[in-house]
């Protein structure tokens, strides 16, 4: 059985959690790490774009009066707003059995160690091929509206989105499980050409996303949650897990991303 480590960090800024995932990945590749699932959430709430979206989507002005933060990521896809739930990031080599073999193979896996964990919440999660979802998101701002190749949906709609960065240092692949709240607060951080076309918006990413609480009217603690995604990875992809924390090396590192990375508007705002 693979030994891996499980990571659980605090609520933290987008601009720190963004940046521990990349140092991982960083000591992963120098081999001074194993391959780590990492659970873990966002305070503040911060708005998370996709690598190669644009800056112009963000309605800078909605999302300070609201207190939000917003942070690029490594990955690709659109925008999530990080609030009210669990998020994941599993960090390994591209060599590791469950991320061998490129993008929509390691993604499978991980998607049936998702959904394993997901069921267990009492939640009567699916997973189906979207062969054009991709295509769609980048039609689209908003990450959670479309769902893609095997993401995990409930009755067509979409609860987990996750997207996957393949780099020579190894791969990260993160996502998000909304736990509760209201899905539509995303359309208040991001640019619409009128309020009409913002209530629009709002209304398809109800029609089309979906949390826990909203699909089985039991609010889930994020602790819950956490557990169940460790014992899904654990039976689905026969690995296991020990609990462990982050090393001096890679907090120091991670703090250096931060400042010169993750909090830098010359990352952040770079397109």
């Known amino acids: ?71 690029r990521r490594v990955t690709g896809g659109r925008a999530i707003l990080h609030t009210d739930e669990l998020t994941y990031s599993v960090t390994g080599s591209a060599e590791e059995p469950v ?44 990450c959670f509206e479309v769902p893609s190749t095997y993401e995990i949906t409930v009755e067509g709609k979409k609860l987990i989105g996750s997207a996957q960065a393949r780099k020579k240092e190894g791969v990260l692949q993160h996502g998000s499980l909304p736990l509760t709240g209201d899905l539509t607060r995303i359309c208040q951080a991001l640019v619409f050409k009128d309020e009409a076309a913002r209530e629009n918006a709002a209304q398809r990413l109800l029609a089309r996303a979906t949390t826990v609480e909203s699909i089985i009217s039991v609010k889930t603690d994020w602790e819950i949650a956490a557990q169940a995604f460790v014992k899904g990875f654990e039976a689905q992809l026969g690995i296991h897990f020990q609990r462990e924390e982050m090393s001096r090396s890679e907090s120091e590192r991670a703090e250096e991303l931060v400042k010169e990375k993750y909090a830098n508007p010359t990352w952040t705002e770079r397109i």
């Open 99 to 142: 991320l061998a073999g490129g993008v929509l193979e390691s993604y499978n896996r991980l998607a049936q160690a998702l959904l394993h964990a997901v069921k267990s919440l009492s939640v009567p999660v699916e997973m189906k091929e979207h062969e054009d979802g991709h295509m769609q998101q980048n039609l689209n701002p908003v």
């Open 1 to 71: 059985m693979t030994i891996w480590r499980l990571l659980c960090t605090p609520p933290s800024t987008g601009a720190w959690n963004m940046a521990v995932d990349e140092s991982i990945l960083e000591h992963i590749h120098r081999g001074e790490t194993k391959p780590t699932l990492r659970l873990y959430s966002w305070n503040p709430p911060c708005l998370s774009l996709g690598h190669a979206q644009s800056f112009k989507d963000v309605d800078v002005e909605r999302l300070q009066s609201h207190g939000w933060e917003v942070v």
